[in-house]
Nanobody, 111 residues
Framework: QVQLVESGGGLVQAGGSLRLSCAAS????????IGWYRQAPGKQREWVAT???????NYAGAVKGRFTISRDNAKNTAYLQMNSLRPEDTAVYYC?????WGQGTQVTVSS
């Protein structure tokens, strides 16, 4: 089973940027889509963005135009570039591929 490890979270002021990374183990990384999700305190986990194996992307309305998902199959890594961050983007961010989930990375945006 693929193991996923997120990194890059932290504390940032509103309007700032962060880039999250999702490093995957195994040889099947390039085959499957990658998804980013987030879960804010007291809320359900919600979908943020997906990149398919052919590179096509989709975004939730709340992040469209501010976040960019990408992948580097040679490095078995996916990324989530987050710009113009808002306090409501504060959450634990998770990456997902097929049936595997990472442990999450905390993003906190101060106002």
């Amino acid at each position: 089973q693929v193991q996923l490890v997120e990194s890059g979270g932290g504390l940032v002021q509103a309007g700032g940027s962060l880039r999250l990374s999702c490093a995957a183990s195994g040889s099947t990384f390039s085959i499957y889509s990658i998804g980013w999700y987030r879960q804010a305190p007291g809320k359900q986990r919600e979908w943020v963005a997906t990149i398919s194996n052919d590179g096509s992307t989709n975004y939730a309305g709340a992040v469209k135009g501010r976040f960019t998902i990408s992948r580097d199959n040679a490095k078995n890594t996916a990324y989530l570039q987050m710009n113009s961050l808002r306090p409501e983007d504060t959450a634990v961010y998770y990456c997902q591929q097929y049936t595997s989930w990472g442990q999450g990375t905390q993003v906190t945006v101060s106002s």
